[in-house]
Each structure stands twice: as structure tokens, then as C-alpha cells.
């Protein structure tokens, strides 16, 4: 049979790996080679390759390049459909006719990208309970995205310390048996059940709803205020009715900008939570 060795991203190899790679590709059977190198990587692995002038060895054994572009227009409907078919969608929630240039133009058909954007998407159907998915919601979360690259680093923060927090729950040591008894077995990491999950997501909607709710009451708050500016402005006022109402508008538009940091901050975590493949904790049958 024939032997055949698969590296991906191939552009983070150091130049010591990939002489050891060439190297490899010396051995032979006759005139047979031993095994058979099938490099994947990111177009800077094609230009290290082309252009570092210690990999000329390397180049001369390289028997067939291909570089795979983006996708179409017209493929990136298939190719959405196809991945959630795979995980058992039967059409709801539905897609919308111009979802798919939406996703093309903002993604460029880079599967990564439309894999990132369309995981965002979905997320933010389920929060909402939409059983449509159109182009509205894709500006919606990319107006998220914007804001979350806003705040990026104190977010980031905020998720990575959570989910180190997890991962040092789920890889605690666990203190060494006696001698005399039987060695203590791994303990198994939890497994969020669906109705959890749906749990989960349910605190997330109706956190979401009374964010709104206040959210609305501030703007409805703030907007009496700007109405009692108008009225001040007409007619001469003394100072200090004007300064009360200034520290209120103030802290009026300070207390609507926390309460939009919590909310993007919590979907972040919990952006962070679904994507965390390693902890085990997305429900089976589930679409990541």
C-alpha cells in the first residue's frame, strides 16, 4: 500500500521540520519511495517555500502544486447546506434568498470566513428565536463584530480567563491513590446536556429582552431630558438648574453603555463557550 503523510498548516513548520520532511522523502524501496508528502498550508507556506533560498533541496522534490482559491458565488449556498444537512437541519430555521450575496460579498468566499460568519449568524437566530435567516441578521451581527473588535482585548481577556477557569476545573489533579488501594480512575469531564443548553439559552433571551426593556426606558428618559434642554435653551435659565440636568443626561448615556458592555460581553462568552471544542461541553446533535 501506499504511504502517504498529511501536514496541515504547513506554513507554521520551521525550516529545521521541513528539511527533516525532505529528508524523509529520501527513503526508497527500489525506485519506489518509502512515503509520500502531502503538504496543506496558507498562501505564505507557497511563498516561504518559492522564495527561502535554504529550501532549494526541497523545491526539486515538490512534484505538483495547486493552490485552491475562494468560492463562487454560486457555491457558497451548496456549501452551507451541505455542512448543515450533515448535522440534520431540514430547512428550519430557513435562509432567505439574499442571505447568499450578503455572505458572498462580506466573506469573499473564503470557506474559514463563511464557516465564522455563518456559526455567528445562526448562534444569534437561536438567541433571537428566528425561524428566518436573511440579510438583516448578518448586518445585525456584523454590526456585533464591529463592536466586539471595539472592545476586543478586555473581552478577550474576560473569555480566556473563563475559559481557563474551566479548563483548570476539568484538569485538576487528582491526588495520588495509597499504595495499598486501587488507582483512582480520570474523572470524566461533564457533558452539558440539551435541556441545560436550552436552559442556557432561554436566560440568554430574556436577559436580552430586559436589556431592551431598560434600554428603551433610558432612551425614553433621556429623550425628557433633551426636551427640558430645548425648553432651557429658549429662555434664559440660572446655572444651577442647568448643571443637575447635565450629571443626569451624563449618567443617563454612562449607564446605557454599561448595560450595552454586559450584553455584548455575555454573548461573547457565550460565543466563546460554543466554540470551545476542547472542553467537550456543546450538546450532541447540535449544530457548531
Not at 29 to 54: D, W
Not at 103 to 113: D, N, V
Not at 247 to 259: F, H, K, P, S
Request: glycine share 4%.
Amino acid at each position: 500500500r501506499r504511504c502517504l503523510l498529511v501536514v496541515d498548516e504547513s506554513q507554521n513548520l520551521p525550516m529545521p521540520a521541513l528539511e527533516e520532511l525532505r529528508m524523509l522523502s529520501n527513503f526508497q524501496l527500489g525506485s519506489h519511495p518509502l512515503l509520500q508528502i502531502f503538504l496543506l498550508g496558507q498562501p505564505e507556506f507557497r511563498a516561504m517555500v518559492h522564495g527561502a533560498p535554504g529550501l532549494e533541496q526541497l523545491r526539486q522534490r515538490i512534484i505538483a502544486t495547486h493552490h485552491l482559491g475562494a468560492m463562487d458565488l454560486h457555491e457558497v449556498q451548496p456549501y452551507v447546506e451541505h455542512r448543515m444537512k450533515l448535522v440534520g437541519w431540514t430547512g428550519r430555521p430557513a435562509f432567505a434568498e439574499d442571505v447568499w450575496g450578503r455572505l458572498f460579498a462580506e466573506t469573499g468566499g473564503i470557506p474559514r470566513k463563511v464557516n465564522m460568519l455563518i456559526n455567528r449568524v445562526l448562534l444569534m437566530a437561536a438567541v433571537d428565536d428566528r425561524e428566518t435567516i436573511d440579510a438583516s441578521l448578518i448586518d445585525a451581527v456584523l454590526a456585533d463584530l464591529a463592536m466586539d473588535q471595539m472592545n476586543d482585548e478586555d473581552w478577550q481577556n474576560e473569555a480566556m480567563l473563563a475559559s481557563a477557569a474551566r479548563h483548570a476545573e476539568y484538569a485538576a489533579p487528582v491526588a495520588p491513590a495509597p499504595e495499598a488501594a486501587a488507582p483512582a480512575a480520570p474523572a470524566a469531564v461533564p457533558e452539558v446536556s440539551r435541556s441545560d443548553f436550552n436552559h442556557f439559552v432561554r436566560e440568554v433571551r430574556a436577559f436580552a429582552t430586559e436589556q431592551q426593556d431598560a434600554r428603551a426606558l433610558l432612551v425614553q428618559e433621556l429623550q425628557t431630558a433633551l426636551d427640558r434642554v430645548d425648553a432651557l435653551e429658549s429662555r434664559p435659565a440660572p446655572i444651577s438648574d442647568v448643571e443637575p440636568l447635565v450629571r443626569r443626561i451624563e449618567a443617563l448615556e454612562r449607564l446605557q453603555a454599561e448595560q450595552q458592555q454586559t450584553l455584548h460581553r455575555l454573548l461573547a462568552l457565550l460565543v466563546g463557550w460554543v466554540e470551545d471544542d476542547s472542553a467537550g461541553m456543546w450538546p450532541k446533535g447540535r449544530a457548531a
